[in-house]
């Protein structure tokens, strides 16, 4: 029997700019954070952050702050649920799509500090582990600017 696989979903330019407008300008404190997204595909979201003297949160070592870290994960978390969500409706409009955004909210958030945060410039990984009727959950990844792993979290989103 031949092996089918199902072709990686892509999403449209249209859902993409809204889903980064959104991320980067809708939601005011991701701008103020200077939150940037990389990639997004159903099965990861990818985002910057450059590091700023108003993000410094020890200033005898210049590293970011623990809350910077934690806004930027559950951001990014939400994001990886969106994606996987917006993954499986793709019958749906574009502007669908987005809408779901409007009943998105963080119920649980973890974060584990590994590393000091320093850097001139972090990366945030993040993919959905399971995404349901109400719920979704997602494990993310705060990367210093050679890879090196510094924080991660897990978090838990209602999507409906």
Do not use: W
């Not at 005011?28 to 108003?54: Q, W």
């Not at 970011?64 to 749906?92: F, N, P, Q, R």
């Amino acid at each position: 029997m031949p092996h089918h696989t199902t072709p990686p979903v892509v999403f449209e330019t249209e859902y993409l700019e809204g889903f980064r407008q959104i991320y980067e300008e809708k939601i005011v404190f991701n701008k103020l954070l200077g939150l940037k997204l990389v990639s997004v595909t159903p099965e990861e979201v990818v985002a910057r952050i450059a590091m700023r003297p108003d993000l410094v949160g020890h200033y005898a070592y210049n590293r970011i702050h623990g809350g910077v870290i934690s806004a930027v994960l559950d951001a990014i978390g939400s994001a990886a649920v969106m994606a996987c969500l917006a993954g499986t409706h793709m019958k749906e409009s574009p502007e669908a799509r987005l809408e779901r955004f409007a009943k998105l909210g963080t119920i649980d958030l973890r974060i584990d500090y590994l590393r000091p945060g320093i850097g001139e410039h972090f990366t945030i990984h993040a993919h959905a582990l399971r995404v349901g009727a109400r719920v979704g959950t997602s494990r993310m990844e705060f990367r210093g600017p050679d890879g090196t792993l510094m924080s991660t979290g897990t978090g838990a989103y209602i999507v409906s």
